[in-house]
């Protein structure tokens, strides 16, 4: 289905995860991330970018490997995405959700 | 009418899991923190009542030497006999942690740590602290508190609020 986010309109899955990554902007994150609630800083970019550079490498995604990632720690990933770190902020940076029960 | 609130009530999301670990093996031990932390993971609160041989998952000395039972489980698809040799609960428990490591799913020492900073709560149960003669600083660090079965129960008030026991 389509969706409108920063004025351009993406695919996205019935969840709401970008299902095409070359639609993805800066612009389209950030008013991803206003509509879950969260103003997006410096600290969330860091995250959004290795979890992009992740997919890229494609290393699936558990909370372990982002609490090992010297990028964030697993408090601070929390404090920057509640309700559910790892599902929102893969939302955000226009990667498919990830599949780990970890 | 009654439909409507019936499906209402049905789409009621699970705002809180309250587990409960009584055993220390590392096949109960594993499902108790995947499900605790999974729960974090989708937004879900979580906490967890560690009481009679589940304490030993949160004692700093016996918490990394936890096994898998092979004596009484049937899913190990081997004779109760054979599951009693020596060495053997060592092999499989080798096994299941080398399977493990390869799916990421951490360590029950680093798990704990992951659990803590997700902000599941982690309680020791106090009958079973007195019962074991067991001090509180024999207990991990991470630990939230030791409680009656009462607190824990007042802890688990309000909607969507799920008890497992494992």
């Known amino acids: ?102 | 009418m009654a439909a409507e609130a019936a499906q209402k009530a049905a789409d009621k999301p699970v705002k809180k899991m309250m587990l409960i670990l009584s055993k220390a093996t590392l096949d109960n031990v594993y499902a108790c923190f995947i499900l605790a932390n999974g729960a974090r993971m989708e937004g879900i609160e979580s906490e967890i009542f560690f009481t009679f041989f589940g304490l030993e998952a949160i004692q700093k000395e016996k918490l990394k030497n936890l096994h898998v039972a092979t004596v009484g489980n049937p899913a190990m698809h081997m004779p109760t006999m054979l599951g009693g040799l020596p060495g053997m609960e060592a092999l499989a428990t080798k096994m299941m942690k080398n399977e493990m490591e390869k799916l990421d799913i951490p360590p029950v020492d680093e798990f704990l740590e992951i659990l803590s900073a997700s902000g599941t709560k982690l309680w020791a149960c106090k009958l079973a602290m007195d019962m074991f003669h067991l001090e509180k600083n024999k207990l991990i660090d991470d630990l939230d508190g030791v409680l009656t079965v009462g607190d824990f129960y007042a802890r688990a008030k309000g909607d969507g609020t799920h008890v497992l026991f494992i």
């Not at chain 1, 351009?8 to 800066?26: C, K």
């Not at chain 1, 609490?67 to 893969?90: H, R, T």
């Open chain 1, 1 to 102: 289905m389509e969706q409108v986010f920063a004025g351009v309109s993406v695919q996205v899955n019935d969840e709401g995860y970008l299902t095409d990554f070359s639609q993805w902007t800066r612009e389209v994150g950030e008013d991803m991330a206003q509509k879950e609630g969260i103003t997006m800083t410096d600290k969330h970019w860091e995250v959004i970018n290795y979890l992009q550079e992740q997919e890229r490498n494609e290393v699936p995604l558990t909370i372990r490997k982002i609490g090992k990632s010297g990028v964030v720690n697993i408090k601070e990933f929390y404090a920057l995405f509640p309700n559910g770190p790892l599902k929102v902020s893969s939302k955000i940076a226009g990667i498919p959700k990830p599949v780990s029960c970890i």
